[in-house]
């Protein structure tokens, strides 16, 4: 068994409770980090831990902490992103109904190393339930004198708010998920400013991902370097996976980072293997917006070396022949996947999401859903298929925000991948709509 | 369903109306919109121009405001809804457990397609993006309930179930 740092006690029944959490050593990392140690030195741990944001880009925690500014008289913020709504990504929606007080354990020692006296978990409105339980492990803790006045005699003051959304894949990016805490549309900011100067009504905010916020108390526990001793090169520590599709126990698995990518598909401690009886097509490694691979491309690199669940192994070979972590939603293809169907389904989720803002995006994910769809159903020509390429690198780059880069992106690598598939449809209009038809020429491993 | 014509919060709601404001620093009451938009579907069901001007009025906001934010997020409804909304999810690793097939045999139980409410009023059927419940899938909600790991006898169990 593999070291487990936030899913440890997950099946231990009660664990949802302040008493039980506590008994398995809970709130000690509070403790510690208000009583024996400054801000500064919380911070200095997380930056030696180098654990990178879990949200999906990756960026080093504490680095991202040491950017704050901290302006005399300005309050600073601390948002927990729990938006959660890429597609293939349930990780946080686990952690959070099933060990509450690991995240809001970690808002305290987080919001105390920022400094922050007001922090927020803004959580995808979609999860009231888990809202409710998360409310209630705040008012536990509240009780039981970690959060509120001068905690733990400390002097230091926090209070702890559950915000829900509204159903807006968009407010997951970080300015939109701000612009939507104070109110308004979810439409991604211009930046910069950056939230770490200009975030939360105009104050200085750090947003990080619930997954990212969950491991301080172990970093604080145990101390950065012991952190950094887990995993591979700048993959440090471990990182939740939320497998999905066509596997035999899709669910929610803890790795070490640098696990190989064969040991967490196959083996019987996590997915254990494709679907009995099928074939592996496809995966995608890190949730719908990180470039689709053939299986073979994501058990070995473009050289013929094993790949690893890590950042770097994932997205080695670049977008020719790699993919990424992202957040961790791991979804695996079978022989009986159409990809042309699963990029229309995935093309039309972007379509669907994007705010408007800007004309690449906006007119950009529609032209493409259009495309696609007629593609898939019968009506396609040759010239669709350069056209979507086409598209696609007039979104990349062109855009406020990420998400045109991730409308992109899964469709420029399934072309990219399995243009054969794409031609099969346009060729054969009456084959390929058949219900439940597939094209057989894909490679499988 | 017809235009809500009396609406005012229950006791119990306008308290936790104040409690939502009180958590944001003062005049930054319109972060409260989102929850008590939650709080007004909850009571009223739906959005209707009326609900909308009610809580701008409670937030000291212009209903234009709360329009444009209403109508941003999917999960508030703008017309009339049916007693049970359920919000199918339709995303791509729901469709590779089975989703789009179970799916079909929904809208075959409730003798409606997605979009519409069935005759007694009882069922509205929506289609959502992904629910954060991929693995688990296919999947829909009703209200703060999620339906998970379906298939074509659990949807016929539930449906029958809520429709007693
Ligand atoms: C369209 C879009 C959606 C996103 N959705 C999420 C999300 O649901 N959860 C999340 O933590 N980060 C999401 N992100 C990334 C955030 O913008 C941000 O990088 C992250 O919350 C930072 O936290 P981290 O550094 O701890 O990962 C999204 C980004 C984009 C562009
Ligand atoms: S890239 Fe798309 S989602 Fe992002 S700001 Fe522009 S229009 Fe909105
Ligand atoms: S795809 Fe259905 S819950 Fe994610």
């Known amino acids: 068994m593999s070291l487990k740092i936030l899913t440890e006690h997950c099946s231990t029944p009660g664990i949802e409770t302040l008493e039980v959490y506590r008994k398995k050593g809970g709130y000690t990392a509070v403790e510690k980090a208000l009583k024996k140690m400054t801000p500064d030195e919380v911070v200095e741990e997380v930056k030696k831990s180098g654990v990178r944001g879990r949200g999906g880009a990756g960026f080093p925690m504490g680095m991202k902490w040491s950017f704050l500014a901290k302006p005399e008289g300005v309050p600073r913020y601390l948002v927990c992103n729990a938006d959660e709504s890429e597609p293939g990504t349930f990780k946080d929606h686990y952690l959070m109904k099933t060990i509450p007080h690991l995240l809001v354990e970690g808002m305290i020692i987080s919001s105390y190393a920022l400094g922050a006296n007001k922090s927020f978990i803004y959580v995808r409105g979609e999860l009231m339930y888990v809202i409710r339980i998360l409310e209630k492990a705040i008012e536990e803790a509240k009780a039981a004198g970690f959060l509120g006045k001068n905690i733990l005699g400390s002097g230091y003051d926090l209070e702890l708010v559950v915000q829900p959304g509204g159903g807006a894949y968009i407010c997951g990016e970080e300015t939109a998920l701000l612009e939507s805490l104070e109110g308004k549309r979810g439409n991604p900011r211009n930046k910069p400013p950056f939230p770490a100067v200009k975030g939360l009504y105009q104050s200085p905010t750090v947003v990080n991902n619930v997954e990212s916020i969950a491991t301080v108390s172990w970093i604080v526990n145990n101390g950065g370097e012991a952190y950094a001793a887990v995993g591979v090169g700048k993959s440090t520590g471990t990182k939740l996976i939320s497998a999905s599709g066509h596997i035999n126990k899709p669910g929610v698995y803890e790795i070490e980072l640098g696990l190989s990518c064969d040991e967490f598909l196959n083996s019987d401690e996590y997915c254990g293997g494709v679907r009995t009886g099928h074939r592996l097509k496809a995966v995608v490694a890190g949730g719908s917006s990180v470039p689709i691979v053939p299986g073979s491309l994501f058990l070995k690199n473009a050289n013929g070396e094993d790949r690893l669940m890590s950042y770097e192994s994932l997205s080695d070979g670049g977008f020719a022949t790699g993919t990424m972590l992202g957040s961790g939603g791991f979804i695996v293809f079978d022989e009986t996947a159409c990809i042309v169907r699963n990029t229309w389904n995935f093309s039309r989720f972007y379509e669907h999401e994007s705010c408007g803002q800007c004309s690449p995006c906006r007119e950009g994910t529609g032209w493409m859903q259009k495309v696609l769809n007629r593609i898939e159903h019968g009506k396609g020509s040759m010239s669709d298929i350069d056209l979507l390429v086409d598209v696609s690198k007039k979104i990349e780059g062109n855009t406020i925000c990420p998400l045109g880069d991730a409308a992109a992106w899964p469709v420029a690598s399934a072309i990219r991948h399995f243009r054969d598939e794409f031609e099969w449809h346009i060729k054969h209009p009456l084959e390929a709509t058949k219900p439940g038809a597939v094209y057989a020429g894909a490679v499988l491993v | ?164």
Request: with cysteine.
């Open chain 2, 1 to 164: 369903m017809t235009e809500n014509n009396n609406i005012v919060f229950t006791p119990e709601r306008l308290a936790k109306v104040q409690e939502i404001i009180a958590r944001y620093p003062e005049g930054r009451q319109k972060s409260a919109l989102l929850p008590v938009l939650h709080l007004a579907q909850e009571q009223f069901a739906w959005m209707s121009q009326g609900v909308m001007d009610y809580v701008a009025s409670l937030l000291s906001i212009k209903p234009v405001e709360v329009y444009e934010v209403a109508s941003f997020y999917t999960m508030f409804h703008l017309e009339p809804v049916g007693k049970h909304v359920i919000e199918y999810c339709r995303t791509g690793p729901c469709v590779l457990m089975g989703g789009e097939e179970v799916f079909s045999h929904l809208q075959q139980k409730l003798g409606i397609k997605k979009g519409e409410t069935t005759a007694d009023g009882l069922f509205t059927l929506k289609e959502v993006e992904c629910l954060a419940a991929c693995g688990w899938g296919p999947c829909f909600q009703i209200r703060e309930k999620y339906y998970m790991h379906l298939n074509n006898q659990k949807v016929d169990e539930i449906i029958e179930e809520l429709s007693k």
